[in-house]
């Protein structure tokens, strides 16, 4: 269901993600970003639009065009950090693990879903993990006390989505009495975690880098 919340949603992430990728072009550099959240979305894509394989009637073109987007932008994004600009990737701080977020996930997804088939299962594993997958950019954060000024943007852009998208599931409510509680829950947990990363980031103190990169390819 395309509404005015959810197009304009949509529009914030696609732009997010394309925004990303093109400031790591312009600043040959991707330092400040994190690969292990960069890995989490294109899971998350990637199980969540596992049935673009079906072709399923369903879709729209939008939806193909939006998922497909999705998918290739931040998988480029992924295998641009690790080969043109793997020098500037800060490996050092980096380092926390998914799989303290990827099995908790799908363990419950296991058991928390709508029906008990393949699709279903994956959506829920990635309504879920994409809650919680700015927590090892959050960390990241908290380890150099830097975060480049478009890279603020980015967070910006990326926090404005996901409100805009509850705002979304609290319309489509209102009118249709319709509700999703697993996504308007995952929803509303990473609309917290983007607040307390907002918060954060506006404590930092200005201060030069406190990391050096690694150099070793």
Same mark, same amino acid.
């Given at each position: $269901? ?53 072709? =399923?009637?369903?879709?729209?073109? &939008? ?64 309504? $879920? ?6 927590? =090892? ?11 480049? =000024? ?22 489509? &409510?209102?009118? &249709? ?41």
């Amino acid at each position: $269901m395309l509404t005015g919340y959810r197009l304009l949603a949509d529009s914030f992430h696609a732009f997010a993600i394309l925004y990303l990728l093109f400031n790591i072009w312009r600043t040959k550099s991707c330092f400040g970003v994190s690969g292990k959240t960069q890995i989490l979305y294109i899971t998350v894509f990637a199980t969540r639009y596992a049935d673009l394989v079906t072709f =399923p009637a369903t879709y729209s073109l &939008y939806n193909v065009m939006m998922k497909t987007l999705f998918i290739n932008v931040t998988l480029i994004t992924l295998l641009v950090m690790h080969t043109v600009y793997r020098k500037t990737y800060d490996r050092e701080n980096d380092t926390f693990y998914n799989e303290f977020l990827i099995l908790p996930c799908f363990v419950t997804a296991l058991f928390v879903n709508y029906r008990m088939e393949a699709f279903e299962i994956l959506w829920s594993f990635s309504i $879920m993990l994409e809650a919680v997958a700015i927590l =090892p950019q959050m960390d990241l954060i908290c380890k150099t006390f830097h975060v480049e =000024p478009w890279f603020k943007c980015y967070l910006l852009l990326l926090g404005s989505y996901r409100a805009l998208y509850v705002l979304h599931w609290v319309d489509r &409510y209102g009118q &249709y009495g319709l509700y999703d509680p697993l996504a308007f829950i995952s929803g509303g947990i990473q609309t917290v975690l983007f607040v307390l990363l907002a918060i954060r980031i506006a404590t930092l103190k200005h201060r030069e880098r406190i990391v050096t990169v690694s150099t070793i390819c």
